[in-house]
Every structure is written in structure tokens, then in C-alpha cells.
Antibody
Framework: EVQLVQSGAEVKKPGESLKISCKGS????????IGWVRQTPGKGLEWMGI????????KYNSPFQGQVTISADKSISTAYLQWSGLEASDTAMYYC????????????WGQGTLVAVSS | QSALTQPASVSGSPGQSITISCTGT?????????VSWHQQHPGKAPKLIIC???NRPSGVSTRFSGSKSGNTASLTISGLQAEDEADYYC??????????FGTGTKVTVL
């Protein structure tokens, strides 16, 4: 069974760093792109970026370039999304997803990780 | 890359058909046949219901159908049911070799 299991909810203060994870199982982790999606409270979905785990080829959508870092550790089939200095505006639900059965659509999703940033 | 434009809300009575539009540009919807639609119920992760403009993944109801004309894609839900009440998002591959979502549409079953 294909699964993406994300790390648990986080409560952080502005300026703190954070790394959340997405562990894949039931498929060949290195063969498929992994994407990260942000959903701010009561708002829509936004693509943040994607990574190809076999060579860590990474692409960011422009609003997120330089704001977050996407990485992957293929030895443990896990992708990461990290911040070096959180802001209140980073408060959101974050999802990981993979394009397993087609190159251009995202058919398996993690359960989401809620990140709350408040002083 | 700006978000694709969707109506904020669409409603219909049980059994009716509704259509949600998703408008982009020649750099996304108009340039590629890689439009997908996701359904999201409150507190849940998005679920893929249409891929590559008009294909349904295995297990998705035949009541969902997709199409595209020029820079606009559409999702039609026929035989509307109470369980269809959710948020719907279109998404497209783009010329930047990345992806963009639509603004989202809340479907209400009256």
C-alpha cells in the first residue's frame, strides 16, 4: 500500500527554525517527484516546490524561493521541508504529495502537518 | 505564476449537474493537457478526481467529468449528491516546469 506519512503538528515562535518530514512507503521512493503544498487557514492550496529524490533536483515556485528549503534523504525514503526563521505568515497546513501513476498529476497525498507560529 | 481563476462558490440541488470553470493562460492550461482536479473535504487532504484534463483515476465516480477549451478547463459533477459538498481545486502544469492551483470553489448541495 502506498503511503505518505507526515510528521506531527508543530507550535513555534517567530524566528525559530523548523524541519517537517514526509516518509514514503509502498513504492520506489527515488523514482517519483515529491511535491509540497501550503494551505493557509481558510484559504486555498499553493504549490511550494518539488524534488526528485534520486538526484535531489529541486524546483521552487517563485513566492517560496529563498523562503524554504526542500530536501530528501533517499536512504530513509523521507522528504523534508524546512525553515530557518519562521514568521507568523508561515502558519498553515502543509501537505506532501507524489505523482505516482502519471508524471503530471499528484495522486497520493500525506495527511498534512499543521504548523502554527505565534509569539 | 498567478493562481488559476475559479468561481468562489457553486451550488445545486441533489440530482442536478453543476460545472466549475478554471481559467488560466497559454502558459499553463492553454499550453498543456496536464490539468487535474482535486476534491477536498473539511479537515482532509486533497483527493485527485480528474487527471490530464478528462481522465478519472480508478475508483472515482463517473459522475465527475473534465474538459478543456483554450485557456479554460471545466469540471462537471452530474447527479449531485450530498457527499459532493466540498472544495474543488484545479491544477495545471506550467511553462516554468512547475504547477499552479486554482483559487478553489466551494460546492454547496442545497
Amino acid at each position: 500500500e502506498v503511503q505518505l506519512v507526515q510528521s506531527g503538528a508543530e507550535v513555534k515562535k517567530p524566528g525559530e527554525s523548523l524541519k517537517i518530514s514526509c516518509k514514503g512507503s509502498g513504492y520506489i521512493f527515488t523514482s517519483y517527484w515529491i511535491g509540497w503544498v501550503r494551505q493557509t487557514p481558510g484559504k486555498g492550496l499553493e504549490w511550494m516546490g518539488i524534488i526528485f529524490p534520486v538526484n535531489s533536483d529541486t524546483k521552487y515556485n517563485s513566492p517560496f524561493q529563498g523562503q524554504v528549503t526542500i530536501s530528501a534523504d533517499k536512504s530513509i525514503s523521507t522528504a523534508y521541508l524546512q525553515w530557518s526563521g519562521l514568521e507568523a505568515s508561515d502558519t498553515a497546513m502543509y501537505y506532501c504529495a507524489i505523482a505516482l501513476n502519471g508524471k503530471f498529476y499528484w495522486d497520493y497525498w500525506g495527511q498534512g502537518t499543521l504548523v502554527a507560529v505565534s509569539s | 505564476q498567478s493562481a488559476l481563476t475559479q468561481p468562489a462558490s457553486v451550488s445545486g440541488s441533489p440530482g442536478q449537474s453543476i460545472t466549475i470553470s478554471c481559467t488560466g493562460t497559454s502558459s499553463d492550461i492553454g499550453g498543456y493537457n496536464h490539468v487535474s482536479w482535486h476534491q477536498q473535504h473539511p479537515g482532509k487532504a486533497p483527493k485527485l478526481i480528474i487527471c490530464d484534463v478528462s481522465n478519472r483515476p480508478s475508483g472515482v465516480s463517473t459522475r465527475f467529468s473534465g474538459s478543456k477549451s483554450g485557456n479554460t478547463a471545466s469540471l462537471t459533477i452530474s447527479g449531485l449528491q450530498a457527499e459532493d459538498e466540498a472544495d474543488y481545486y484545479c491544477s495545471s502544469f506550467t511553462s516554468s516546469r512547475l504547477y499552479v492551483f486554482g483559487t478553489g470553489t466551494k460546492v454547496t448541495v442545497l
